[in-house]
């Protein structure tokens, strides 16, 4: 069991909503708001200096729920005193416990966003809920208003997106986006890719030419696929923990280049399962055309590398490594 299902109370001893008091219905409120302005504070800090318009749009958001939170305390002095129950969102049956943000990361914008709004729309929906069911009439009408502005507020995020995200600010935030997916996503798979693809052609051209077996050739192009991915899985993990360098999580990096490293030396690997060596040795072959036009590709459209120089580059590296396998496989 992991840490976080242990300090998460089992379903079966969470309290039920229409089973708790209105002091403890007070209290879940004036938790969650607490919390959910916290959540907006860390956006807005997280996101300021990539995503200057959003992270603004989250610090107006954080303070309407801070003032969600002080009436909810006000009318829980007036009603109940000093003194609330020790009751938490997370303790309530249907109520979704909320992400926390080192659990986000790397953060995505859109995936913020979406996040959001389902806070905005859980929250609209235990106020609707705790308002039906409350007998007094002062508290019935704070819950209901308060429905009714988490209703407001998903229009109101709406609006302020409109007001703040204009065109430029737009624009620069998915340049913001590119630039983060590039560093976090596309780097350490190119990598790989090139690694897995260009230096796994050696040893299996070399054990092509020198068995003309294809079962063998296939084994030692296995290893060498797999055996390069967690070489370069660990390497990329360990590198760079991405604090400073703003390349996110090391270990997702990790995952990513090992992945695509022993896809990259899987792909001329393959054809060495059809038990013809030379119909073999001609698949791989083309495999290995289409590996380089699309490392060729990568390069052009996200590391914005000339097509041209692309070309020449992985093409002339690819030839001279699968010519070196070549070479000492016939030796």
Known sequence: ??????LRLPHHAKRRLDSLSEAE????????ED???RIYLAYTQALKDEYPATAEMFSRMAAEEAGHRDRLKAMAHEKFGDTLPMIRREDVQGLPWRRPLWLSKP???????????????QSERFYKTAAARAGDPAIRELLTRLAQEETRHQDRAESL???LLTPEAKSA???AARRTFVLQMVQPGLAGLMDGSVSTLAPLFAAA??????????????????GAGISMGFAEALSDDGQLSGRGSPWLRGVVCGAMTTIGGLGHTLPYLVPHFLTATLLAIVVVAIELAVIAYIRMRYMDTPLLSAVFQVVVGGVLVFAAGILIGSG
Not at 107 to 121: S, T, Y
Not at 209 to 216: L, N, P, R
């Open 161 to 163: 997106r409109d007001l």
């Open 25 to 32: 219905v007070l209290a879940v409120a004036i938790a969650s």
């Open 35 to 37: 919390e959910d302005n």
């Open 107 to 121: 953060l995505g914008i859109d995936v913020v966003r979406h996040q959001v709004a389902a806070m905005e729309e």
């Open 209 to 226: 030419f020198a068995t003309h077996d294809t079962h063998s050739t296939f084994v030692v192009g296995l290893a060498a696929a797999v």
């Open 1 to 6: 069991m992991s840490l976080l299902s242990e």
């Open 173 to 175: 935030e998915t340049e």
